[in-house]
């Protein structure tokens, strides 16, 4: 019984390290969808710059636009994959739940009979 409830434990942890990632990819996400809606609101002809390290460095708008398009899509991938490995672990866990608790109905019908 107490393999199943550090099976338990354990389960839960990793339940929240994909929740708390999930969680960080949504932040990713609105960051990246709130500088697509910046482009959108820039001219053609309006410069702008990356910054690496400590410094802005000139970049073509289009590749910038671009390179947040594939962000905004990889972000998404991930967060897709993230949701299913989540789905998957409220699976496991409610099968060590239920496992739980039918050792706990056991463990008391034996005990009530003693």
């Known amino acids: 019984m107490s393999e199943l409830g550090?099976?338990?434990q354990h389960l839960q942890s990793e339940l929240e390290e994909f929740i708390v990632a999930r969680q960080k990819l949504e932040t990713q996400l609105q960051?990246?969808?709130i500088v697509n809606e910046e482009f959108d609101q820039?001219?053609?002809d309006t410069p702008v710059y990356k910054l690496t390290g400590n410094v802005l460095l000139p970049v073509e708008q289009s590749e910038a636009r671009g390179n947040v398009d594939k962000r905004l899509e990889f972000i998404e991938t991930e967060i897709k994959r993230?949701?299913?490995n989540i789905r998957e672990k409220q699976d496991e866990l409610e099968k060590v739940r239920n496992e739980l608790i039918k050792l706990n109905n056991a463990t008391a019908v034996v005990g009530a009979e003693r």
Do not use: F, Q
């Open 6 to 8: 550090a099976e338990y």
């Open 31 to 33: 960051e990246n969808k």
């Open 42 to 44: 820039i001219g053609d």
């Open 82 to 84: 993230c949701e299913r």
